[in-house]
Structures are given as C-alpha cells and as structure tokens.
C-alpha cells in the first residue's frame, strides 16, 4: 500500500509535538489511530521513524529524512486548496470563527455581505470575543480559527498576515482642528485625547507610532479611557476630545457628518490584522475559501 497524505500529516504532527498523545488531541483523533497510521508508515518505509525509549519520542535519523517532505506535502496541500477556492462557488459548510472587537464588529460585518453573494452556500458563525478567548478555544477545537489585530506567538498554532488597517485622527465635527487638511503632532497635542484602554491593539498602534518619532507619550492629556471603540466615538461626538481610531470603525458617522478623520502629517497609524489557526490541523476547504477571500480581495470597496 502506498503513503497516503493523512499519514504524513500524522506523522508530522507526532514530530512536531514529540508524543502520540499530544498529536491524538491535536488532530482530534484517537492515540491508537495514531500510533496504527505510524505503524502503516514505518512498514512501509521498512524502518522505524521514531525513538520510543526516551519520555519525548524524537526522530530517527530516517524520521528526520522524512520530515522535510511530510512538510512540503502539506504546504503543497494548502496551496492547492487555496489555488481550487477559486472554482468552488457550489461549495457547502460552516465556518466557526472568532474575531476580536474592530474586526467583529466592524469590518467583518461589511464583508460577509460580499463573500456570501459569491458563496452563498457557506454559513459564517462568529464569535466576538478577545484575542486570548480566541486562543483558547482554537485550541480547545472549539473553533476552527480567529481573525485577530496582534499577532499570536504560541508553539500549537500558525499566525498569518491578511490584511492591514489603517487609523486616523477623529475629531468633533467642527473642532479646531477639523479646518486644517493636514494638522501637524504639536497641534493636535494641545487638545484632550479620549483612548481605548491600555493594552488594546488600538491604543497600542498609536502609542507606537508616537514612540516612532520620539515622542514621550507623558505629554498626551487623556481626558478618559474607554473600553470600547463604541464608547470612544460617542465620547468624542460629545465633544470630550479626540481620538485615533481605525477608519472603517468611524464610516457610519462620517457619513452623517458627525465625526471628522484627519491625517497628521508625517504619521501612520497602520495595524495588521492576522488569521490564526491550530498547525496540527488542515482547515476545511470552506475555511480556505474564506481566508483567500481576505488575502486576495480589495476590501477597501467595502470597508
């Protein structure tokens, strides 16, 4: 009998974890399973793949020979899936993703509209929650992957870059500084700031270009701290200060005139948002359709 794919993936999630068990749990599959599929490979090969006398199972020097392609095999396998995304319009299946807050709520919602007219047989079910309640329950299986704004470092799961946004100052409708088309940072520094809370990848992008140009973020004057960009946009219709927020998040209320978005020369406010997922685990062809939908796509038309 020959290799087949789902062997190899076995066997590299086996490598990767250094135990059965945890490539069991991983794949979601049970440890006899694994250790059979492990098996039907080291027939095969006419050679043992793994060194089972120490607590961590480690490669053989076969093992390691064979690692390199059981990789390759699966990037391959990923890439194909990506590249048949595009002719799968009849494609059925529901997608369990979680989003953290600007993406949930505000740029996701714009985007569905689109994807479902192209792939109206495949259901999104979303979850808003934080990028830790993400983590946790890709890695619980209770998601198939998260759309997040900071990228994840962790052993179990891959991170990758889809898209990026971009934030811009917002003031008041009829603030000073909503007459100048491009405020300098000392001018916008005289007014009060009203801010995501701290450790939020909104605040956490501003604070970083400000540290960019060398400026001691002593000197912002924080009229408040808000934990939602809801509460910050209401805040600052009511005059309470300014802010820096993502331009997709303040569309709504540009469009009736209620909040003003500048650019302050010479600055960037630019975040990328990633999908994150379990390594162990091929994502289904509907998952795939999704992401490549993300990565190939100009979702400024929509957002």
Do not use: C
Not at 168 to 194: C, D, R, S
């Amino acid at each position: 009998m020959a290799v087949n794919f789902y062997q190899l993936r076995i066997f590299f999630a086996v490598a990767e974890k250094g135990s059965f068990s945890a490539a069991a749990s991983g794949m979601r599959i049970s440890q006899p399973a694994v250790t059979m599929q492990i098996q039907s490979l080291e027939n095969y090969f006419g050679t043992k793949l793994f060194n089972r006398s120490t607590r961590r199972i480690v490669l053989t020097e076969a093992g390691e020979a064979l690692l390199p392609f059981a990789k390759r095999a699966i990037h391959l396998m990923k890439e194909t899936d990506q590249a048949m995304t595009h002719y799968t319009q009849s494609l059925q299946g529901q997608i369990e993703l979680g989003a953290s807050l600007t993406f949930g709520e505000y740029l996701l919602p714009r985007i569905l509209g689109p994807f479902s007219k192209e792939y109206p047989n495949i259901s999104v079910s979303m979850k808003v929650i934080d990028t830790t309640q993400i983590l946790d329950e890709i890695l619980a299986h209770q998601l198939t992957f998260g759309l997040v704004e900071t990228s994840i470092d962790h052993p179990d799961v891959l991170v990758e870059p889809l898209f990026y946004d971009e934030l811009k100052l917002i003031v008041p409708t009829g603030h000073p500084l909503a007459q100048m088309a491009q405020p300098h940072i000392e001018q916008v520094l005289e007014y009060p700031f009203v801010l995501r809370e701290k450790g939020s990848s909104t605040r956490l992008v501003m604070e970083e270009e400000f540290r960019r140009h060398q400026l001691d973020l002593s000197q912002i004057k924080i009229a408040s701290e808000l934990g939602s960009t809801g509460a910050v946009k209401s805040a600052v219709e009511a005059g309470l200060g300014i802010s820096i927020l993502s331009q997709s998040a303040v569309k709504h209320e540009l469009s009736l005139r209620l909040l003003e978005m500048k650019s302050i020369a010479g600055f960037e406010f630019k975040r990328h948002f990633f999908s994150v997922y379990l390594n162990s685990m091929l994502l289904p062809l509907s998952a795939v359709t999704f992401l490549t939908f993300l990565q190939q796509r100009d979702l400024s038309q929509w957002l």
